[in-house]
């Protein structure tokens, strides 16, 4: 029951204005009075709130208490955001920061630029691995590199994405060589991004910091211009990151 209940939570998070019992019961897979059970006993602790108007459901405010103790206990709150800040006044482009969790990154941070078109990070979202620049640079220095690059799924999200596993494989050890990582369209068309990876005294991975810019406005060269500036906010940043 416990993982039913969170991934009715999980579902909820896919709805900002909020869902109906039907649609989650739907999307679940549960019959209704499984999900509307499940639904109750979240709502009784916080996680979830329903609106007695609509009828529709929420994500409750015990979510973003909880979020704000896991920010403040990695770090995120207060300490990145002033460095991520100043990369982006170098750069003029958004500055985007993600951890690694499981086969997927989690944004946690997004500095927007001054520029009217620009790539955003939405903070608690999920994103790929293994076409993104931050995403190899989460694999190209984690623990579990090898095993990553060995079962990561490869789905093509664009035409340019890496779906050879010989060819992954190779990215990677390319990216830990030569400490950062390029993504030139290949999580979505229209979209470059250069990332350097945050790492601990270990040199393990704590997070990874990038910046993205639309292809038409910025080719592969430029963006590698910035990576001196992305490696000096990175080591600023591993000093102050808690591991």
Do not use: N
Not at 2 to 23: I, Q, T
Not at 40 to 64: E, I, N
Not at 211 to 233: K, W
């Amino acid at each position: 029951m416990v993982g039913k209940a969170l991934r009715v939570l999980s579902l909820l998070g896919e709805y900002p204005d909020g869902a109906g019992l039907s649609e989650l019961a739907r999307r679940a897979g549960y019959p209704v009075s499984t999900t509307h059970r499940l639904l109750g006993s979240l709502q009784d602790q916080g996680f979830a709130r329903s609106d007695p108007g609509s009828k529709r459901y929420a994500l409750g405010l015990r979510l973003f208490e909880l979020g704000q103790r896991v920010s403040h206990a990695r770090g995120f709150a207060g300490v990145a955001l002033p460095v991520l800040r100043a990369l982006t006044e170098q750069t003029g482009e958004p500055t985007l920061m993600a951890v690694l969790d499981g086969h997927e990154q989690v944004y946690v941070h997004s500095v927007q630029g001054p520029r009217q078109i620009q790539i955003r990070g939405e903070p608690g979202l999920r994103g790929p691995l293994h076409c993104t620049a931050m995403g190899k640079c989460l694999v190209a220095f984690a623990p579990e590199r090898e095993a990553l690059v060995e079962s990561l799924e490869l789905a093509e999200l664009a035409p340019r994405t890496i779906t050879s596993r010989e060819e992954f494989a190779r990215e990677i050890a390319s990216v830990r060589a030569r400490g950062y990582a390029m993504a030139d369209e290949e999580h979505e068309p229209g979209i470059r991004a250069v990332g350097v990876p945050v790492l601990g005294p270990d040199g393990m991975v704590i997070a990874a910091i990038s910046t993205a810019a639309p292809a038409y406005r910025i080719s592969v060269a430029e963006l590698e211009a910035f990576v001196p500036a992305l490696q000096e906010a990175a080591r600023e940043l591993g000093a102050v990151l808690p591991r």
